[in-house]
């Protein structure tokens, strides 16, 4: 499935961090529909739904890690522990850069793992480099 059909979930709880995403995702090309999310318990909420309204094939997500209520790695975890869910793209796009987490990402089952620079224009760069990878993917 081209990129192009797919909705863009995006869990971000950072309101300005969000904007920036979309706005530099856009920059990239995506032209995707993008579903603001702002807490972990939300974005399951949300799958669970969809998976029972059959759209999964038609969802991919860019998941901080550190979230409220429920975070980032639950998220992950509850995603691909699910074998409805189990194929769903997931980039994990956060601040974190240890190692090991990096790891436990990619352990859970995530597709990409990005670490969010520190730096304004890095940060826009590195986000309308996210939208230029999924303009030339497919997605199962």
Same mark, same amino acid.
Request: net charge negative; charged share 25%; glycine share 4%.
């Given at each position: 499935? /081209?990129?192009?059909?797919? /909705?863009?979930?995006?869990?971000?709880?950072?309101?300005?961090?969000?904007?920036?995403?979309?706005?530099?995702?856009?920059? %990239? %090309?995506?032209?995707?529909?993008?579903?603001?999310?702002?807490?972990?318990?939300?974005?399951?909420?949300?799958?669970?739904?969809?998976?029972?309204?059959?759209?999964?094939?038609?969802?991919?997500?860019?998941?901080?890690?550190?979230?409220?209520?429920?975070?980032?790695?639950?998220?992950?975890?509850?995603?691909?522990?699910?074998?409805?869910?189990?194929?769903?793209?997931?980039?994990?796009?956060?601040?974190?850069?240890?190692?090991?987490?990096?790891?436990?990402?990619?352990?859970? %089952?995530?597709?990409?793992?990005?670490? /969010?620079?520190?730096?304004?224009?890095?940060?826009?760069?590195?986000?309308?480099?996210? %939208?230029?990878?999924?303009?030339?993917?497919?997605?199962?």
């Amino acid at each position: 499935m /081209k990129v192009e059909l797919i /909705k863009i979930l995006l869990v971000e709880d950072d309101p300005g961090h969000a904007r920036l995403i979309e706005k530099n995702l856009r920059r %990239g %090309g995506i032209t995707n529909e993008i579903v603001p999310i702002n807490n972990g318990q939300s974005a399951i909420d949300y799958l669970q739904a969809a998976y029972e309204q059959n759209l999964e094939k038609n969802l991919m997500v860019v998941l901080d890690l550190n979230l409220p209520v429920v975070d980032g790695y639950q998220v992950l975890e509850k995603i691909k522990s699910d074998p409805r869910m189990r194929k769903l793209p997931v980039i994990i796009l956060t601040t974190t850069d240890v190692s090991r987490e990096v790891v436990r990402c990619y352990e859970l %089952g995530c597709n990409i793992f990005v670490t /969010k620079p520190v730096q304004y224009d890095d940060f826009c760069t590195a986000v309308r480099n996210i %939208g230029l990878l999924l303009s030339t993917v497919t997605i199962p």
